[in-house]
């Protein structure tokens, strides 16, 4: 169950069955209701020109095609295999593939892990075989696959274009929704679908990879209810995206919807918020309803991107220049700022009562000239402050609302906005209210590869997509990788110390540790007796300080009476000293305590919250967030998964909803984000360079106008992780 | 530029010319490009059969209809003159009206106030003379209007049904948009359609009136740019939405999308989210996105509303099931609980395999058989734990999908499922995957008044959008309202005093009043001179008193240096008052202080806000929400339009996101609910009474386990009521 060994590099492997020379059908069939079936009518009606065998010990012949009686039968190689036989005759076949050398077999049937331990068990038997046999599995329980530029189509759909939106989908009815789709759309195609099924071994990251280096997909497309090897999925994605655009709808965004989807695939799933969150971080267009996906993937498929976030709005007057301008703005989208230059050429062309501010109201200058918001779009284009524009309202619709004769003028329009599309970098995107009724101008449009929307809400989906992934580039392009540290002996011998005693590390010891690789923490004393507590006074002078219980056994140090704050002078420390070793013993009457920690008071601050979790899907991910409310109550928190970049640690920052407080509020300092910056590039190169750090949680940090303070710090040993 | 005054009881006296009997075509022509001449098309084309009456003194004949040289030419009555003509011609064709007996004119001309104060003076005239005539406007600067059920239609629109939406709409545009999203759907159609223009005359709120009296319309839906009498709006709503949903899209969610509303159409628009909270508070279906306008209508037209929230969901398998639970969940709405009698029902007729928990996963057992997913529909649907029930998947593409023959049974299905809608009054939403194509049994399932959508996004708002009208129609019936309260001759004399000075209230002042009304508000005391401090000092013990100075040229006190906290005993009160007294006369000179105000310290408690704020459009608002960063960073604060209903009261306190601090966290008790709630009724009654309360402001509030204390009262007076 688990997934490829990475093999960067490397072609995928998935080719040679993706897009396979030769076909098997295992169970096929001359009942037209059978799977066996039609995917032999698939392929013969779509003119698959490599060899088909179908496989029957029953019968001579289906659909005209000579059958064998077994796979070892075929006289030739077999590069894909359909399986269409239940469950329990998989590993048998598995070890037929092996032995024939079939080099990737689709597995239809379900009765596997999805059913209980008994299906899990039959399935660790088929996936035993097919790697004895190095055969590689799609499913088992899968919807199926096709390519259909290979003319692969084992789905037998109909009504399906070829095109460039490659789809890899947990479900198959979303395959068949956005097909549906594309039917109605009339334009949009695709490369190869495939189902992963159970994921038993090929997984997301594989099909990923695959649809990334294969010529005919232009966007991966993927709706995806869990992953298996998440963390493995970040690092090929990161790679893809670098080249085209990843699109992702992952279910199970409420507890509900989690659940309704685990029940589905048995498959896990991590925080949402989370997933989001690191998919982003590795250049993924996430979408997040899924009548979106097919206008996104679209969009996306042929535009693949703008410089950034300034859209320009040409519109014909009325509600939906308002209604676009809310809906950019809400995506976190600008409105550009036209220059002078710009305003002019706009005037020259426009009657007087037009709006030149972006958006553009042409208001009825178009009227007996729709072919002139091509001329505008041309002029907005030129302007460098503009990143995409954006045409509203009912373009292809005006000789159907003025006059009839105004068609030749938008056929003439249609054609300059393509040509200016092919011409220029910066997206245009439509959206027409004559969408839905798809008049010629816009089939023209759509046809030549300009998308025509009859959403506003898709539309403005698409250019926020389109200028997220062009920022992410950027900042891609820009970015070294943050270096690496070497662990020190001395920090993996402390390890090893608390290894040993099979516990966490104490908190001097995590500071300890944060304070090796140049993260500020402020100073403290340990002491294990009172004896030692003068000398510790002595050290600190007259600063307030704060004393607190040193123990594995007790990890609530404030309930168990172990924290005094505000302490000055020898005195005060021995006082605290005795109230805290009875409260403590009295709360955890077997507890091993160690002695007590005292540390200066930290100056008022605003509490922010660093943390690390090891998700199990996802590996390694840094938490960060304000503290208090923010974090107990609103769960404003961000997600990177580590090792960060610069730019994410910037842009977790900047991401919580309680950023304006860390930028200065009722008169306060902004506080030192580049400190904060740092602080989390070090945390995420100490646990990258330390396995041993299973948790990490510094909690709070104080952060400052000048700095930060780390007033708490608790790191979780993994057991597991030797020195 | 007044709205109509109000005239409760009597019908809407808009019906005379929005169904007219005759009608006046003010510049008809035989330019087919003039709206005179497509008018005239529309309405002959249609088969109108009232009187139309051509204006046009250069010709004889329109479209062989007889002309007139003049409205008053013209033999017979009047009742609607659609007005062609530029914006010179109109202040005296509002004369000719007059004279005319004309009961209404639809002014199509722009050029008025949305140009600037000339237009303004213009429109000006035009009332004026539409008023002295009794002439009642539509416009200017409208798009125009039409009534299909009496086929009116002026707009000269084809392909568009007589149907059951009434629709206002402030962009024409919008209108179009919406005709061909119907066109393309099929199955809705419009009643009367009405762009209210510069609501010069006939404002949302009269239109809004004469949807809810109208038989042919089931559902109002407004467009909204901006309201110009929005506590009338209010108040008409409240009424209407009683008797048939009423659905309302508004613009300008975003401060860019405001300003492009605003120089589109120079309405006035408040805080988005304040109309928002408003138009729920008086029953109105909000949408938020333009695509789900007419979705929504569509489905609250056919359904009206469910009793509450909870849903069952039918699926055939995949991962829609998965996405429809994510977006209930979403959408506030709740995966009923089904009994074990409705499980062993649905258990003896599906496979073994099926899911019968909800959603509901047939899980293959309808593949043979999608008339079954009738059968389980019906099942759900006599479950008393279930408000509405939504099939969710591939329904009427069965017999595309797996079999041609499976046609007869899914048209079976459907058949059963428009007798189950038939028959019961729970709302049956679809969502199939083939609705983009319109397989036939779609088709007879939308026909027969089922309502069938291609995106479970908008399938989801609808059923969110049954749920909420039922639920709000349920506590509208529970309610009596909040009684009002008697001004007391005291209070009154109080405000004449402030008014005479020409100040605001004291502090003291606005606690009086409160406590005058049954608020708990702590003791004090007012110290006019340092002599009376210590009678001050013995009436309060060894409490904790903070003192405050009181003067009405210092606002803020705290910057003033006019506050000093913890007080305890006559010496400390005594150079306390000193020191203020020092600080306020440097801080402001001349200022008038009358004293100081001593209150013993509140205890520790979550600090919340109440204010009042008069809006320029919705008039008295009231506003909650938890002090600090919740109201100054994350605006979490939810308003009602005063007066309150309790649960007006109510679920503004749940409202917040913030709430769950009022429920308690970390171990905490809940605040006294009930004690806020009072509060807000008490403050609502108190606004309500005293006109001379222009803004209140109790900032903060200590909420407790056990009541609450007002710890500050401002309140702003109106300088123009007199008392």
């Known amino acids: 169950m688990t997934e490829t060994t ?59 095609v000579k059958t064998y009686p077994s ?26 593939c092996g032995r024939k050398g079939v080099k990737g077999a689709v597995i ?52 399906i274009k070829a095109g460039d939106i490659g789809f890899i989908s947990q479900s198959g009815n979303m395959l068949l929704s956005l097909v549906l789709e594309a039917e109605n759309n009339g334009h949009v195609g695709f490369s190869t679908y495939v189902g992963p099924g159970n994921q038993t071994d090929i997984g997301f990251n594989d099909y990923l990879r695959y649809l990334g280096e294969d010529d005919n997909t232009r966007v991966a497309t993927l ?126 062309i ?138 020190s002996a001395e920090m993996q011998a402390m390890f090893s110390r608390a290894q040993n005693e099979g516990r966490d590390l104490f908190e001097y010891e995590a500071k300890a540790l944060l304070r090796a690789h140049g993260i500020s923490v402020a100073p403290e004393s340990i002491a294990h007796s009172a004896d030692e507590l003068a000398a510790v006074a002595a050290t600190y002078g007259d600063q307030a300080l704060a004393m607190k219980v040193v123990s594995k056994d007790i990890l609530h140090k404030s309930d168990a009476g172990g924290v005094k704050l505000n302490l000055r002078g020898a005195d005060a420390l021995r006082t605290a000293f005795d109230k805290i070793m009875t409260s403590a013993k009295a709360y955890a009457p077997d507890a091993d305590i160690r002695g007590v920690l005292v540390t200066p008071m930290a100056a008022k601050g605003t509490e922010v919250i660093v943390g690390v979790v090891r998700d199990p899907i996802f590996g390694p991910v840094l938490m960060f967030g304000l503290g208090g409310i923010f974090v107990e109550i609103l769960e404003d928190v961000a997600f990177r998964a580590i090792p960060l970049s610069r730019h994410d640690a910037e842009s977790m920052v900047d991401q919580i909803k309680g950023s304006k407080i860390l930028q200065g509020v009722r008169g306060a300092a902004p506080v030192d984000k580049p400190a904060l910056v740092e602080l989390l590039l070090k945390v995420s190169s100490i646990v990258a360079a330390y396995p041993q750090v299973s948790e990490l949680d510094l909690n709070p940090v104080l952060a400052y106008a000048d700095g930060y303070a780390v007033v708490d710090a608790r790191i979780i040993t993994n057991r597991s992780v030797m020195n």
Chains 1, 2 share one sequence.
Do not use: W
């Open 350 to 487: 426009l009657l007087p009562q037009a709006s030149l501010a972006n958006p553009v109201d042409v208001a009825g200058s178009s009227d007996a000239n729709p072919a002139l918001l091509a001329e505008c779009m041309k002029i907005v284009a030129a302007d460098d402050n503009v990143d995409a524009v954006f045409l509203v309202g009912m373009f292809g619709g005006y000789h159907t609302r003025f006059a009839e004769h105004l068609l030749g003028d938008e056929m003439r329009g249609a054609e300059a906005m393509i040509e200016l599309a092919r011409h220029n970098d910066k997206p245009l995107v439509i959206y027409s209210l004559y969408a839905p009724v798809k008049p010629p101008a816009l089939r023209r449009l759509h046809e030549a590869g300009v998308p025509v929307y009859g959403s506003i809400e898709h539309a403005v989906r698409v250019l926020a997509a389109l200028g997220e992934r062009g920022i992410y580039l950027q900042h891609q392009a820009r970015q070294s990788a943050h270096p690496a540290i070497e662990p």
């Open 223 to 348: 709706y995806v209810e869990g992953f298996r090897d998440g963390q493995r999925f970040l690092q090929v994605a990161r790679e893809i995206t670098s080249k085209k655009p990843v699109v992702v709808y992952k279910s199970g965004s409420t507890e509900l919807g989690k659940k309704a989807a685990s029940s589905h695939t048995g498959a896990l799933a991590g925080s949402f918020a989370m997933t989001m969150d690191l998919l982003r971080q590795v250049g993924v267009s996430v979408v997040y309803h899924s009548d979106e996906i097919l206008p996104v993937a679209e969009g996306l498929g042929l535009m693949q991107k703008a410089r950034g976030k300034r859209v320009a709005v040409i519109s014909d007057g009325g509600g939906q220049a308002t209604i676009a301008t809310d809906r950019l703005s809400e995506a976190g989208l600008e409105l550009a700022e036209l220059t002078d230059a710009t305003r002019q050429r706009l005037k020259d």
């Open 71 to 96: 796979l070892e039968a075929v006289p030739g190689d077999i590069a894909l295999a359909l399986i269409c036989t239940p469950a329990a005759s998989i590993p048998g076949l598995m070890q037929e």
């Open 108 to 159: 239809l049937a379900s009765g596997f892990r999805e059913t209980g331990p008994a299906g899990a068990q039959l399935e660790q038997q088929v996936l035993d075989a097919a790697r004895a046999g190095k055969v590689r599995i799609i499913g088992p329980n899968t919807s199926g696959m096709f390519n259909l530029h290979k003319k692969v189509n084992l789905l037998a759909l109909t009504n």
């Open 6 to 64: 990475p093999n960067p590099g490397r072609k995928s492997p998935l080719h040679d069955f993706l897009a396979p020379d030769s076909i098997a059908i295992v169970g096929a069939s001359a009942d037209p209701t059978k799977r066996g079936y039609k995917a032999m009518v698939g392929l013969i009606k779509d003119g698959y020109q490599g060899a088909i065998y179908p496989i029957n010990p029953k019968t001579d012949m289906v659909l005209g």
